[in-house]
């Protein structure tokens, strides 16, 4: 009878150890550098970037900068430090009148469907408000030169 209870204690602590080592696990804190990919310098200086949607989100020191449509998008974005592989959350509502934004859809789950491309002076984007074109030209000027190179390398 003693043997069973000793059994029975070793199977309550055994039961009650494993119950305990998997709260803890549940509970520990995440690793928020874990899933984060710092940009290097041949990533920020890449000639061209290929066209998949892969959605990251980039981040700058202070906060989230915003959604790209791939890794190589969000490094040559001089702001991006780092970056995460998903997208972006959001924490403000869809602006469809946004000037440097133009929209192909508005649906996000149609954006996983659709492949497109976009302008020169203009990369992908994708996020929970749709996806479509941003502009990554600050002026008309470099938007011609721009247009000048991608001249020189079809003349090629």
Do not use: H
């Amino acid at each position: 009878m003693a043997g069973l209870q000793n059994k029975n204690k070793l199977i309550f602590s055994l039961i009650f150890l494993s119950l305990l080592i998997f709260v803890s696990a549940c509970t520990r804190p995440i690793d928020q550098n874990a899933d984060k990919t710092v940009c290097k310098e041949e990533d920020r200086t890449a000639d061209v970037c290929i066209q998949l949607a892969k959605p990251v989100c980039g981040y700058n020191k202070e906060n989230q900068i915003g959604t790209y449509s791939n890794s190589c998008y969000a490094c040559k974005d001089q702001k991006v430090e780092y970056w995460i592989d998903s997208q972006c959350s959001s924490s403000s509502a869809c602006d469809y009148n946004d000037p440097n934004k133009k929209y192909i859809e508005t649906s996000k789950e149609r954006c996983e469907l659709i492949r497109f491309m976009c302008e020169p002076g203009s990369e992908p984007f994708s996020n929970e408000c749709g996806c479509g074109c941003v502009s990554i030209l600050d002026d008309e000027e470099e938007l011609d030169k721009s247009l000048e190179e991608l001249d020189s390398i079809s003349d090629i």
